[in-house]
């Protein structure tokens, strides 16, 4: 499984991104994909995750919800992020991770693919 991320830059406060993570290569029957994120000197945080079996399942941290919207692509084994009211504090490099859960987990450790990682910089 390859993951691919795109689509971080640098924005001002109150601006908007949308992150893409394309998935290639064979996938889990039924698998979890999530968006973390990664400041300089934390450790990496959940963002949100979106299951691909049955309705979709969504979760988002609690920082993100009502700015954040993960979505997903079938046909093209795509899941995006859209990020809008963006906040210095959201600065990060935002990784795609991909796992074989029914439903989205905030561990870690329960993805087994990553991708490269996407810098995302919000100005004040």
């Known amino acids: 499984v390859q993951l691919v991320a795109s689509g971080g830059g640098l924005v001002q406060a109150g601006g908007s991104l949308r992150l893409s993570c394309a998935a290639s290569?064979?996938?889990?029957?039924?698998?979890?994909t999530g968006w973390f994120r990664q400041a300089p000197g934390k450790e990496r945080e959940f963002v949100a995750g979106i299951s691909w079996s049955g309705g979709g399942s969504i979760y988002y941290a609690d920082s993100v919800k009502g700015r954040f919207t993960i979505s997903r692509d079938n046909a093209k084994n795509t899941v995006y992020l859209q990020m809008n009211s963006l906040k210095p504090e959201d600065t990060a490099v935002y990784y795609c991770?991909?796992?074989?859960?029914?439903?989205?987990?905030?561990?870690?450790?329960?993805?087994?693919?990553w991708g490269q990682g996407t810098q995302v910089t919000v100005s004040s």
């Open positions: 991770g991909i796992g074989p859960r029914l439903e989205p987990s905030r561990r870690v450790g329960d993805y087994d693919y």
């Open positions: 290569g064979p996938t889990f029957s039924s698998y979890t």
